[in-house]
């Protein structure tokens, strides 16, 4: 398994978003290779916590209006990068990543390495089916949870009938345009240009978006608890 990692200054002065990156590792399953996780932590340290987990193809930069204002009311809020997304790091092969690892990393991550607790989940896309992972394998630390469809009306451009439009050609719309645009095109609002450039930032190239779509064409694995 082959992990790739987008350059830093990709992410310097985005417009809306001075959170200060954080960064824990968590075991890929491949040997000795650690997969590093990018979040970011606001608010009181000791109070409750509410986790914020984004969709595709965007990243934490999701939240970036949302995080000061759950911090203000009194909680600490964690917002991480999926892994293939944002600042996290990206598998360099769609076939070795999929919703099962996705969501395992995931909770390695939240529940082992940060230690978090007393949790509200809000997940967004792929990021609910995180949440919901999180709540039937550790629902002791997990108190609530909040899903929030995919952005998208289900239909490609051209317009087709929503039953029409099936997982695997949602994943190959994410392919085919760039974050920025994808958001753009699913959006009421018309987004400033440096908006669309900041949700562009993880994948300045095709290299860096393998993750793109690759858990909805995959799936859970066998023996994987999900797929139980």
């Not at 203000?72 to 769609?94: C, E, Q, T, W």
Request: hydrophobic fraction near 40%.
């Amino acid at each position: 398994m082959k992990l790739l990692r987008t350059p830093d200054e990709r992410f310097a002065d985005l417009p809306g978003f001075p959170f200060e990156p954080r960064y824990c590792e968590v075991p890929t399953g491949y040997g000795d290779l650690q997969l590093r996780i990018h979040y970011i932590d606001e608010g009181p340290r000791e109070a409750p916590v509410v986790v914020l987990l984004h969709g595709e193809p965007v990243w934490s930069y999701l939240w970036r209006k949302l995080v000061p204002e759950v911090a203000r009311a009194g909680f600490r809020v964690v917002a991480l990068d999926l892994p293939g997304f944002g600042r996290s790091d990206k598998p360099a092969a769609a076939e070795l990543f999929s919703l099962s690892e996705v969501t395992h990393w995931m909770r390695m991550a939240i529940v082992l390495r940060l230690e978090l607790d007393r949790m509200t989940c809000i997940g967004q896309g792929l990021g609910a089916l995180v949440g919901l992972s999180l709540a039937t394998v550790h629902w002791r630390a997990l108190g609530r949870v909040l899903v929030i469809g995919p952005p998208v009306d289900l239909r490609p451009p051209g317009g087709a009938e929503p039953g029409a439009f099936s997982a695997e050609s949602y994943a190959e719309s994410l392919q085919r345009e760039s974050a920025g645009q994808f958001v753009q095109r699913h959006t009421v609002t018309e987004l400033a240009p440096e908006v669309v450039r900041a949700y562009d930032a993880p994948f300045p190239d095709s290299g860096l978006r393998a993750g793109l779509g690759a858990s909805m064409r995959r799936g859970t694995t066998a023996g994987d608890p999900l797929a139980n």
